[in-house]
């Protein structure tokens, strides 16, 4: 959301997006840092506009990614200029104006890797992607209707973004770094963009948030305090929720209960990332694995047709086969409607840099694609689990 409201601003200040970003006097690069994919990724695609602008052309650099590898910013990107994603400093760079911006939806973003980086950027703008671009998103929206899948970027969805930053602090995870801890934009001021998007005649609204389950901590609130706040609002509406850390909801059920009741919360994202105790205690992770799944029980009891997304990192750092083995278990054990997996990623600075043994690449990708294969064939059981719980 960050590039959205960058976007809204922009606009509002006499700019104009262009389409092909070689016919830009100013390319915007809004990149993300949080994962080993990604970090290839972005850096792939900064050295393709470094590579191909004209001499006119400025690239500027935001997000996560410069905050992380601030070295690789100062020795090799020397004529790329870094910013922060606020506007203020925009202004000090002589790109925008004046008065504030909310951008309440995700600007889509394409899949880039080592190999097509180059080919995409050259890709873009052009005729074939006009057509292609229709073509996709009937297809992406084939796919989320088929499969009851909250997708990431959605037009028919308004998103609101509730905070910055996070409280956690998984030892994988790098984002605290870039983020720092959490600040919460004010419940009033929340509620006022989702009256905004009811008034707009939006159904269906996602809340983001670095941490969205830390959202409140720093003014004295937390996540169901604004829940309650958005319930109460007369329309017809449902709400999905991002990135609620299991501790921190878990801890706040009896709020969260009579929320669930309302029927209004269609949607959470929960991440449990490894089916062993002992691997969940190295990452940090608060909670065992009998926690998470009786904090789940609990909603989809109360919920039965709660929607429930979670995540599994692959071979963490000591993970054994019998550790492994768990976490295809857990798969088994808890209705999950959706599951992505991921492979353990070293990120700098991190305290699992340090955890000894590491898993073997070639063992780490095939246990990836074992949980994948995994997560994907127990559709049919979930779903099966899933009419079962709606008759009890």
């Not at 840092?33 to 393709?48: A, L, T």
């Not at 910013?73 to 002589?94: A, H, I, M, N, Q």
């Not at 029980?297 to 990192?313: D, E, F, G, H, W």
């Not at 073997?360 to 719980?389: E, G, H, M, S, W």
Request: aromatic share 10%; hydrophobic share 35%.
């Amino acid at each position: 959301m960050d590039a959205a409201k960058a976007e809204t601003f922009l606009i509002q200040n006499g700019f104009r997006m262009v389409g092909d970003w070689h016919a830009a006097d100013v390319v915007l690069f809004n990149c993300c840092g949080g994962h080993g994919q990604r970090v290839k990724q972005s850096f792939s695609i900064i050295r393709e506009i470094q590579r191909n602008k004209n001499p006119n052309q400025r690239l500027i650099v935001w997000g996560c990614l410069p905050k992380i590898y601030p070295e690789i910013f100062k020795d090799e990107f020397v004529d790329v200029t870094v910013s922060e994603v606020e506007f203020p400093r925009l202004k000090e760079l002589g790109v925008g104006g004046s008065g504030a911006a909310v951008g309440n939806y995700l600007v889509a973003p394409w899949k880039y890797d080592e190999k097509t980086a180059g080919w995409l950027l050259r890709y873009q703008g052009s005729f074939l992607s006009r057509g292609f671009k229709r073509v996709g998103v009937s297809w992406v929206n084939y796919v989320n209707n088929h499969f009851n899948l909250a997708p990431a970027g959605d037009a028919s969805t308004f998103y609101i973004k509730t905070s910055s930053g996070c409280r956690g602090r998984c030892a994988y995870c790098v984002v605290p770094q870039a983020r720092g801890t959490i600040k919460s934009k004010p419940i009033e001021q929340l509620r006022a963009e989702f009256q905004d998007g009811l008034t707009r005649g939006f159904k269906r609204f996602s809340l983001l948030g670095t941490d969205l389950g830390s959202y409140g901590a720093d003014l004295g609130e937390n996540l169901c305090s604004l829940l309650s706040e958005l319930v109460e609002v007369e329309g017809k509406f449902r709400i999905n929720l991002r990135n609620v850390h299991p501790r921190f909801m878990m801890d706040m059920m009896d709020e969260f209960a009579p929320i669930l009741r309302t029927g209004k919360i269609r949607y959470i994202e929960s991440p449990v990332e490894s089916g062993s105790n002992r691997i969940l205690k190295l990452m940090n992770r608060p909670y065992t694995v009998e926690e998470y799944k009786e904090y789940i029980a609990a909603m989809q009891k109360i919920y039965p047709n709660l929607i429930v997304r979670s995540q599994l990192i692959a071979g963490f750092p000591t993970e054994t086969d019998e550790d492994f083995q768990k976490s295809l278990k857990l798969l088994d054990e808890v209705v999950l409607d959706y599951v992505e997996v991921y492979e353990y990623s070293e990120m700098p600075r991190t305290p699992s840099q340090k955890i000894e043994p590491k898993v073997p690449d070639a063992v780490k990708r095939q246990r990836f694609l074992t949980l994948n294969k995994k997560a994907l064939l127990n559709r049919t059981p979930r779903k099966i689990k899933r009419i079962i719980l709606s008759q009890t």
